[in-house]
């Protein structure tokens, strides 16, 4: 299920391109290290925010990704600045909350944002409420888009057979 949820939110919302930049967030999770391995197979430059150096390293040095960053010990804008010169073509939303915002005003012109998952607020009492993001999306004519994966149920004999191979 986290593989196609992998497949079809990057596949059909993503829209990677070879030679663009790809930012992934909760990336050491299930979902999200299909994701940048798909991102990968594509031709991009996956660049992932986790929650441990362990993370990061695994995602580098196993996973093969670009970049990695460490939400607990770094600046996560600052460094996704750095991270992506050419700014953010595609960023797989998987937590929302301040990591999601760092995002925005880094975004390319008609840059895509499959929202996966909010896991940062899933247990929050009250609204969750940070950037207003209309602006970001207008200035750069990007596409955000929520989806579960059961909207591509007729597509799942697809799906396992990519992944497969
Ligand atoms: N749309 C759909 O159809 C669909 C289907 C499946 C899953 N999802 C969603 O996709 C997301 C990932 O699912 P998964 O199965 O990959 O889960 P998972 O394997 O449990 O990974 C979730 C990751 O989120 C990170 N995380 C947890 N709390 C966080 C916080 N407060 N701030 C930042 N990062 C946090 C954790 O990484 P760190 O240790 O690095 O923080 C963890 O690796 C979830 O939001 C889930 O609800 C959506």
Redesign the pocket.
Known sequence: ??GL?AYF?LLDIGKPKEGGTIVV?????????IVGQIAKIKGCRVVD????DE?VKFLIDELGFDEAIN?NTQNVGAALQEACPNEIDVYFE??G?T?GDAVFPLLNNFARIPV?????S?NHASEDVGLRVQSYLIKTSSLMQ?????NYLSRFGEGVEALAG
């Open positions: 299920m986290t949820t939110g967030s909760g990336a050491a999770g299930a979902v999200c290290s925010i986790a929650g441990s993370k939400y998987n937590v909350g990591i996966c998952g909010a896991i940062s899933y929520g989806f579960t994966v059961g």
